[in-house]
T-cell receptor, first 115, second 114 residues
Framework: DAEITQSPRHKITETGRQVTLACHQT?????MFWYRQDLGHGLRLIHYSYGVQDTNKGEVSDGYSVSRSNTEDLPLTLESAASSQTSVYFCASSESTSPSTDTQYFGPGTRLTVL | LAKTTQPISMDSYEGQEVNITCSHN???????ITWYQQFPSQGPRFIIQGYKTKVTNEVASLFIPADRKSSTLSLPRVSLSDTAVYYC???????????????FGKGTHLIIQP
């Protein structure tokens, strides 16, 4: 069955280190998204991509970067991890070209702690 | 931006019908209304989507008035397993076309008691 996976599921790192969170989907969806979820803020969009070589900034993109070299993967990189980036990170993908009408399929999440 | 407003939390009992209302006064003409459900330690899961009037699936119903400035998610005969956070979303659009992705608010914490 098609699915979307994230790795690692849990990660502890130190301030200033570079961290990369992986997201892999087997639906062949064009659209992929990264969100972070913090208590009191719900889900906030970090970056998104509508296809290979396409990336866009979301609401809270500072300190994060993504690259899309193939359809299946959208890794999220924290260039220099900060304690404020301690959060749960969710990756999602969708098929439609219109986010107003598409259904997003979410991964299981990665819990990141920055000490 | 088409932002949404939902109650922070709601309580109900098993077997009852639960209605969660979402306000989206600035919804754009081409925007659809979508609801997601999220259990603890899991990613959100699509429940239902609609544009106007009423939509029903095996899980829920969605009622949208003619002005589309609000919507109501209706969960029939809830059970303990319906305890979750429910998010109401509308699509955001850039001026001139394209999209910025979906905006999730803080959601409604629904607690079902025995």
């Amino acid at each position: 069955d098609a699915e979307i996976t994230q790795s690692p599921r849990h990660k502890i790192t130190e301030t200033g280190r570079q961290v990369t969170l992986a997201c892999h989907q087997t639906w062949n969806h064009n659209n992929m998204f990264w969100y972070r979820q913090d208590l009191g803020h719900g889900l906030r969009l970090i970056h998104y991509s509508y296809g290979v070589q396409d990336t866009n900034k979301g609401e809270v993109s500072d300190g994060y970067s993504v690259s899309r070299s193939n359809t299946e993967d959208l890794p999220l990189t924290l260039e220099s991890a900060a304690s404020s980036q301690t959060s749960v990170y969710f990756c999602a993908s969708s098929e439609s070209t219109s986010p107003s009408t598409d259904t997003q399929y979410f991964g299981p999440g990665t819990r990141l702690t920055v000490l | 931006l088409a932002k949404t407003t939902q109650p922070i939390s709601m309580d109900s009992y098993e077997g009852q019908e639960v209605n969660i209302t979402c306000s989206h006064n600035n919804i754009a003409t081409n925007d659809y209304i979508t609801w997601y459900q999220q259990f603890p330690s899991q990613g959100p899961r699509f429940i239902i989507q609609g544009y106007k009037t009423k939509v029903t699936n095996e899980v829920a119903s969605l009622f949208i008035p003619a002005d589309r400035k609000s919507s109501t998610l209706s969960l029939p005969r809830v059970s303990l397993s319906d305890t979750a956070v429910y998010y109401c979303l509308v699509g955001d659009k850039k001026i001139g076309g394209g999209a910025d992705g979906l905006t999730f608010g803080k959601g409604t914490h629904l607690i079902i008691q025995p």
